[in-house]
Structures are given as C-alpha cells and as structure tokens.
C-alpha cells in the first residue's frame, strides 16, 4: 500500500532524511497490520483473534541502555543519575544518521500519526516510524488516535524512530551495547534500535511529558493509573509495574480514566494514552474479568505461551518471561471514559509490592507520611518487568516513576504536596504484595482482600472503624473492615515469629532512611518528622 502523498507530503520525509521505501503503510487499521504481521510470519493468532508476537531478546525495559541527550537545553534542567544517562549530541546526531539509512533500506515502513494527552491544551502530536507493522500496531493501541479533521492538518512535535533490527555500534555511537533508546528535547525525537520491547517506544513519550509538563506548562505528570465512581469520585492509583495499577483501576463498578500515565493541572487529571498495557501473567476471567476479556481481535500480545497443540494461551506460563503483556485500545474496558479527562481526586492509593512482609494491606496517611513516602517511592521490582529481574526485589524509586523522570524528583513532590493540602486529598499506602513473611516464606496477599480494602476506602466505610498505630512506621491501620478478616490488617498478626517481624520491620526502616538521605536537604521538618523510627 503506497502512502498517499496528500496525507504525509514527501518532502516531510526528505527533511528527516528518509526516502520512499518500496512501501510505505500509513496509519493502517489494526486489522490490517495484524494480518500483515502474520503474512511476514511474526505473529499469529490466538483462539479468541488476538495477536500473539514475541518482541525478541528483549522482553523488558532496558534501562541502563536508556540516553538523554546532553546540549544547552538540557544540562541544567535533567536531573543526571543512573536512570538519565547523557548522550553526546554529536553521538546521537551519528546514532541517527546510521538508523535512518538503516531504515531506508526497508522495503517497507509502518507510519502512523497519534496523540499523546487527552486534554486539549497540553496534547502532543507523534509521528511514529516503525519497521515491523505489530509495532505500529503498538502505536495505534497506545497513543490517542487522531480522527479525520485532525489527520488533515496533522503536524508532528515529536518522532518516534524503532528499528528493532538495527544494533548500535558501542566502540563508535556513545552506547552501552547495541540496544539503546535515546531522547533528544533539541530535536524533538526518540530513537530506539536494538530493541523489539514495545514499551520502549510508550517510556519513551512518557519521559518527555515528564521534562515539558511541569516545566513549560507547571502541570504535575504521575506515573498512575485512575479511575471515577458514578457519583464523579476520582481515585489516583500510583505504583510501579506489576504492583497493580492496571489491575485495580480496571473495576467493574467504576469508570476507567487510564491505566498507566497522568496529568493533574487545577483543574482535574487527564490520561496521557489512548490504551493500556497490562501484564498477562496468571491472568484469569475470574480476577480480571476486564483485561481477560480485551485480549480479541486488535490487541497485541507478547511474549506469552500456548498450550501444547493449541492456540490458547497458557496465562501461568513463564517459558519466555514473566513480563508478558497485552496492549489495547482503552475502549476495549467496558466502562473506560473518553476522553480520558476527570476532575480532581478525592482518593490517592501509594501501592507497593512490599517483599518484606512488612507493611499493612492498606494505612492511613498524614499530610506528611504521604509526603514521605511518595518521595521514598518504596515497592519491589516485579520480575520480567526489567531485564535482569527473576523474582521480587525490594527497592525505592522516587515518585513511583524513577525511571522515567527527567526532572528532580522534588520537582514532581513538591507539586503533589501542594495538591494533596489544597484539594484535601485522603492518602493510602497499599501493600499488594506479601503477608505472613517475606517472599519465600509468606504468601501474596489476596487481590480480592486488596479490592475491599479499596473499595471500603472509596465508599468512605474506613472513615468510620478504629485505627491502631503501627510500630516502627506510625502508620494509622484500621481494626476492621467489612468482609475483610480483620487479623491481616496490622501484619505482626500475621507472622508466626513477632519478634522476627520487628527485627525485619527495623531493618526496613533502616532502608528507608539510608535512602531517604539524598532528599532530606530539600524538605521541611515536617516531613522529615514522618520517617519511620527505629
């Protein structure tokens, strides 16, 4: 299929450096690049008509292979660490010099225009160029889709280039080793090779939104997912991949705003996306009906296993990874809202997947501990999520979101803390991950016990049960809930040994102070004052 030259004129090409490709796809329907992938023999169908792909040798974020480009805009602005590596400019302009030629030999390209915010005023036009369609497939189930007006008068802010099959050359490009993904605020693109990882290209726009948002427009971006009850209700569901935004933002009696990434200006939040990304495994109708219901025709599945003879897929398989994933356009949820725009929360949810053990199913914060543990940004990376990663690691990244925030995490803090005092926010610290012991010894706390708990919250039954104070961290936890047993809310009920239970909730608070160090400097007593004593 030809590009029509009165969608994308030639000459857009050229400037980029790209000539026409034998064939170039522009903005086809999911339909159409699922049947396409499958004809190129990279994907099949599953039983239900989803399309199943594996993304390769990477199937995970790849972090440490993560640039941001260093010039006259940037240096003062990122704050440089492990996750924002500069780049030399002139190693990207040489990154991307040998991408687009690389590109140029393709005889075809996939291309497609999408929308990044779902409000007005902050949206971003992208223009992404893929060499596999189930990527652009990716794009189109991901990002807004832009309707016929305004395709008309599209112009692209940004340009997302992904060559899975180009590898970097680390001796001469300035890269770690042949994957890489680099961003340029200068010239306004993403560039990622080496790398069939999808999410790739999603982190990617989401880092962006991060740097422009609360510099240039003093929006606060969030790495969250959220939702609406049908009194108009909003609830901000933070947490890293794999803790449970996706899964708890999906409920049933409450409409989806999205599942992943954010912005909260004066007047309300709004979704980054046009679709969700959410992990496959042990997936089931019975305790995700929504996510286990959108996996049809025009999702995109990866890295998952079929039963033997079949084309069902086995969701407890990890063969490949554990970070199996399904991506899909946000209408597929039932109750999703478009567009994907609220007004301003009543309820905040922290949740971490706390391998310790310790922490309660769900506390009450003050002003303060919110404060404190948003910036701690405490949960477990959940194996598959990054390269590398085989089982449940305790860790802190800041605002929930480390990996993705150009900016200093005080930035995104500061503008959190300023919401949650004005609008009078009720902040939750939600532990979705184990109970009874640590990982190995306790178990995984029942998601359907983490669902009350959040629903009691919502419906404001917390406000009216007893609270206890919890050792070592001064959380307030409830007494009781309804329909939840009341011995797994204060977690020493649940260990066997309450004297090892003490000794490891110190020890986790010893973490959390050591970690807390690099911010102290820029807080106030108060929150200084929230820090767990040990």
């Known amino acids: 299929m030809a590009i029509p030259e009165t969608l994308i004129p030639a000459h857009s090409f050229l400037k980029l450096g790209l000539r026409h490709s034998e064939n170039i796809h522009y903005q086809l329907g999911p339909e159409t690049l699922a049947e396409q992938t499958v004809l190129l023999g990279q994907g099949v169908y599953n039983d239900t008509g989803a399309l199943c792909i594996p993304t390769g040798k990477f199937t995970g974020r790849s972090p440490k292979d993560k640039f941001i480009?260093?010039?006259?805009?940037?240096?003062?602005?990122?704050?440089?660490?492990?996750?924002?590596q500069p780049i030399e400019e002139s190693s990207f302009?040489?990154?991307?010099?040998?991408?687009?030629?690389?590109?140029?030999?393709?005889?075809?390209?996939w291309v497609r225009d999408c929308i990044a915010c779902a409000n007005?005023?902050?949206?971003?036009?992208?223009?992404v160029v893929n060499e596999n369609p189930w990527s652009n497939l990716f794009a189109y189930n991901m990002f807004i889709r832009p309707n016929e007006e305004e395709l008309e008068n599209f112009k692209p802010g940004?340009?997302?280039?992904?060559?899975?099959?180009?590898?970097?050359?680390?001796?001469?490009?300035?890269?770690?080793q042949?994957?890489?993904?680099?961003?340029?605020?200068?010239?306004?693109?993403?560039?990622?090779g080496g790398t069939g990882y999808t999410g790739e290209m999603k982190k990617g726009i989401f880092t962006i939104l991060n740097y422009v948002l609360p510099l240039e427009k003093k929006v606060l971006s969030m790495h969250c997912s959220a939702n609406v009850g049908k009194e108009g209700d909003v609830a901000v569901f933070f947490g890293l991949s794999g803790t449970g935004k996706t899964t708890l933002s999906a409920d049933p009696e409450r409409f989806l705003i999205g599942d992943d990434e954010h912005g909260w200006d004066d007047e309300g939040i709004f979704n980054f996306e046009g679709g969700c990304y959410a992990k496959c495994i042990d997936l089931s109708r019975e305790k995700e009906p929504e996510i286990f219901q959108a996996i049809t025709q025009g999702a995109l599945v990866e890295n998952i296993s079929f039963f033997p003879g079949t084309n069902t897929i086995d969701y407890s398989c990890k063969a490949i990874t554990e970070n199996t994933r399904v991506s899909y356009p946000i209408h597929f949820i039932s109750n999703a809202i478009e567009p994907s725009t609220c007004g301003i929360p009543s309820n905040i949810f922290f949740l971490t997947c706390d391998a310790s053990?310790?922490?309660?199913?769900?506390?009450?914060?003050t002003e303060a501990q919110a404060m404190y543990q948003f910036i701690s940004g405490y949960t477990a990376k959940v194996a598959g999520t990054e390269t590398g990663i085989t089982e449940p690691k305790s860790t802190f990244s800041a605002c929930f979101g480390a990996p993705f925030l150009p900016l200093h995490p005080a930035v995104y803090?500061?503008?959190?803390?300023?919401?949650?005092?004005?609008?009078?926010?009720?902040?939750?610290?939600?532990?979705?991950?184990?109970?009874?012991?640590?990982?190995?010894?306790?178990?995984?706390?029942?998601?359907?016990?983490?669902?009350?708990?959040?629903?009691?919250?919502?419906?404001?039954?917390?406000?009216?049960?007893?609270?206890?104070?919890?050792?070592?961290?001064?959380?307030?936890?409830?007494?009781?809930?309804?329909?939840?047993?009341?011995?797994?809310?204060?977690?020493?009920n649940t260990w066997s040994d309450k004297n090892n239970y003490m000794e490891k909730a110190k020890t986790l608070a010893s973490l959390f102070i050591k970690n807390f160090e690099k911010y102290a400097s820029g807080c106030g007593e108060e929150i200084l004052a929230a820090a767990p004593k040990v």
């Open 413 to 492: 803090a500061k503008m959190l803390g300023e919401k949650i005092k004005q609008q009078h926010v009720n902040v939750w610290m939600v532990n979705t991950g184990w109970t009874g012991g640590g990982y190995g010894t306790g178990r995984r706390i029942q998601l359907s016990y983490t669902r009350g708990l959040i629903q009691a919250a919502l419906n404001g039954e917390l406000n009216e049960v007893a609270y206890e104070k919890m050792p070592v961290f001064n959380f307030d936890i409830p007494t009781s809930c309804p329909k939840i047993p009341s011995e797994i809310l204060n977690p020493i």
């Open 158 to 176: 940004w340009h997302i280039f992904h060559a899975p099959s180009f590898l970097a050359n680390p001796a001469t490009d300035g890269t770690r």
């Open 93 to 109: 302009h040489l990154l991307y010099t040998k991408l687009i030629e690389h590109l140029n030999k393709n005889k075809n390209l």
């Open 178 to 192: 042949e994957n890489f993904a680099v961003v340029s605020f200068k010239h306004k693109m993403i560039l990622i």
């Open 120 to 127: 007005e005023r902050y949206k971003i036009n992208i223009r």
């Open 69 to 84: 480009v260093k010039d006259a805009l940037t240096e003062n602005t990122v704050h440089w660490n492990e996750f924002n």
């Open 357 to 365: 053990g310790i922490l309660p199913p769900i506390a009450r914060l």
